[in-house]
């Protein structure tokens, strides 16, 4: 397959800000780490030898990956975790537990997948807040700035669902939760079902079984919940790293500057 | 430049509304048109040869610009120096407005800026930052100053 290389260097090197960037140690198929200055933005992690480098060694699409803290592969260790059959992990370690903190919680909220849940659930919550506003404040609108579009527009951020784009009630806290209540989350949230989420329209009904390529839960869940479980695992990580602080001794720290 | 090729070729094979045979032209100038299964996934967009299980690339959908071409056509030309364009051609007047919309608010930066609108917007009308109840209120991403140009009394607070 061929990926349009030159649409994701410009895209990198464009002026839009990046998410995140430093170094890493990326784990080699030969289990040697290699250092490597890593570039984070949207849902593509770039990387290359230096920072300085125009060279792009290579980039790493960042969707239907679990983020997961890997101390078994070392100190400050964690991995990408593609599942799916004859899919990778890669594996890195950053070098001390606040750059691995940092990194963990980057990773955790850049796919697509993930905003778009987000972007959702702020569209209930301005709504919610609008219906919430005396009908008679009318002069608001006028102080709203240039981006705002007919309203048609901004209650649809769901990717091609054509149901929703035409009836504006499909992101309703109402059928989020019913929606939710058909759910039993067995694996990790992060893998593929909740990607699928977005692309399914709310009103319409859910496809069938054999259609989703993994077993398990219904499509769509309260984001709150994918929430927790993120924040848990953030929360697991910055406790073990303060844990951690309390009882080492100073360890040799390496220096980046 | 390595990419994660048969992870993206998985993604490639999720389910996606966004999913039809279409007309397709390259960019080059001796480029036709050829009847392509083009697949909307996340900011990528796929294309098949028709019979084909593995997609022949895709595209990633940022720093583009979506233009209607006629009454069912639109094409998508990449920002870059070389300024290339793709298009596509649909059945219908319809199919084609679906397509330029779904395209358009597939990509992450569009759905950035709407994010921070949204943050921006709650804010305001509530008080309340609707990040901080995910933890999530000072990642870079998410910030005020990454999408949306605001006038200094809006950011204020934020």
């Given at each position: 397959m061929k990926l349009h290389k030159k649409i994701l260097t410009h895209y990198l090197s464009c002026t839009s800000p990046v998410d995140k960037e430093g170094y890493l140690y990326k784990k080699k198929r030969t289990a040697t780490y290699q250092r490597r200055w890593f570039v984070l933005k949207a849902n593509l992690l770039f990387y290359q030898e230096?920072?300085?480098?125009?060279?792009?060694?290579g980039v790493i699409v960042l969707e239907g990956c679990a983020v997961r803290r890997s101390e078994c592969d070392g100190q400050f260790a964690f991995s990408l975790v593609f599942e799916g059959e004859g899919l990778k992990t890669y594996r890195f370690a950053a070098a001390d537990g606040q750059t691995q903190e940092s990194w963990l919680k980057a990773l955790l909220t850049a796919s697509h997948c993930y905003l778009s849940l987000l972007v959702r659930d702020l569209t209930r919550q301005y709504e919610e807040a609008q219906q919430l506003e005396c009908s008679g404040e009318s002069h608001h609108s006028s102080s709203v700035?240039?981006?705002?579009?007919?309203?048609s527009t901004f209650l649809c951020p769901a990717q091609g669902s054509s149901t929703a784009v035409r009836d504006s009630?499909?992101?309703?806290s109402s059928n989020i939760l019913q929606a939710q209540n058909r759910a039993a989350a067995k694996k990790s949230p992060k893998l593929w079902l909740r990607r699928n989420a977005h692309v399914t329209p709310i009103n319409g009904p859910a496809p069938q079984y054999g259609e989703w390529p993994l077993v398990g839960s219904d499509p769509l869940e309260e984001f709150s919940k994918l929430h927790d479980y993120y924040g848990q695992e953030v929360k697991k990580v910055r406790a073990e790293w303060l844990r951690g602080r309390e009882r080492a001794e100073v360890a040799e720290l390496i220096d980046l500057s | 430049m390595r990419f994660n090729e048969k992870e993206l070729v998985f993604l490639s094979r999720q389910p996606s509304e966004m999913a039809a045979e279409l007309g397709m032209k390259g960019h080059k100038k001796g480029d036709v048109i050829k009847r392509r299964l083009v697949k909307l996934v996340v900011n990528f967009l796929f294309y098949f040869?028709?019979?084909?299980?593995?997609?022949?690339g895709a595209l990633l959908l940022e720093q583009c610009r979506v233009d209607r071409e006629d009454r069912q056509s639109f094409s998508i030309t990449f920002l870059d120096e070389a300024e290339r364009k793709y298009l596509f051609e649909c059945d219908s007047e319809e199919q084609c407005r679906e397509w330029m919309d779904s395209i358009i608010k597939a990509s992450y930066e569009f759905m950035r800026k709407n994010l921070i609108f949204y943050r921006t917007e709650i804010h305001r009308l509530t008080g309340k930052d609707p990040l901080e109840q995910y933890g999530i209120s000072d990642e870079t991403r998410f910030?005020?100053?990454?999408g949306l140009q605001m006038t200094s009394g809006e950011t204020s607070s934020l």
């Open positions: 230096r920072p300085a480098d125009r060279h792009l060694l700035p240039a981006l705002r579009q007919p309203s009630r499909s992101f309703s | 040869r028709t019979d084909e299980e593995e997609p022949m910030q005020v100053s990454n």
